[in-house]
């Protein structure tokens, strides 16, 4: 499965990345929003697993940017403060239906979510 990671503390992308890969996944780091919807238009992954507080694009803007160019691709938000509750529930009432997982990832919690359907489709 082609996989991009985004977040700003690039030893967070490159750690789930070296997982991702030793488990057979095709797995990309990038550092910020902006690189990630010009990566994912070149790469086209299946998913996106993305922290949501980043400088500049926060991780949803990062997302509604990627699923207009890929509305399939699969977007897994991960957080550790608070303040994503506000940015994630905005965009649900916007439409958007966002998987998340709490920072820090288990990498065994990453890989089943990966294994396992999408919860509900994203909006387009």
Same mark, same amino acid.
């Given at each position: ?27 990309? =780091?990038? #550092?910020?929003?902006?690189? +990630?919807?010009?990566? /994912? %238009?070149?790469?086209?992954? $299946? ?34 403060? =608070?303040? #994503?509750?506000?940015?994630? +529930?905005?965009?649900? /009432? %916007?439409?958007?239906?966002? $998987? ?25």
């Amino acid at each position: 499965m082609k996989i991009i990671v985004v977040d700003d503390e690039p030893i967070i992308a490159d750690t789930l990345v070296n997982i991702l890969t030793g488990e057979g996944h095709d797995a990309f =780091a990038v #550092s910020d929003g902006a690189s +990630a919807i010009r990566w /994912a %238009e070149m790469l086209r992954p $299946e998913v996106v697993v993305t922290d949501v507080i980043m400088p500049g694009l926060n991780g949803v803007e990062t997302a509604k940017g990627i699923l207009k160019l890929l509305p399939q691709c699969r977007i897994i938000l991960f957080s550790g403060q =608070a303040a #994503s509750t506000d940015l994630v +529930a905005k965009a649900h /009432a %916007e439409g958007y239906v966002f $998987e998340i997982l709490a920072k820090p990832i288990n990498p065994d919690v990453l890989l089943e979510k990966l294994k396992s359907a999408p919860a509900q489709p994203a909006a387009s």
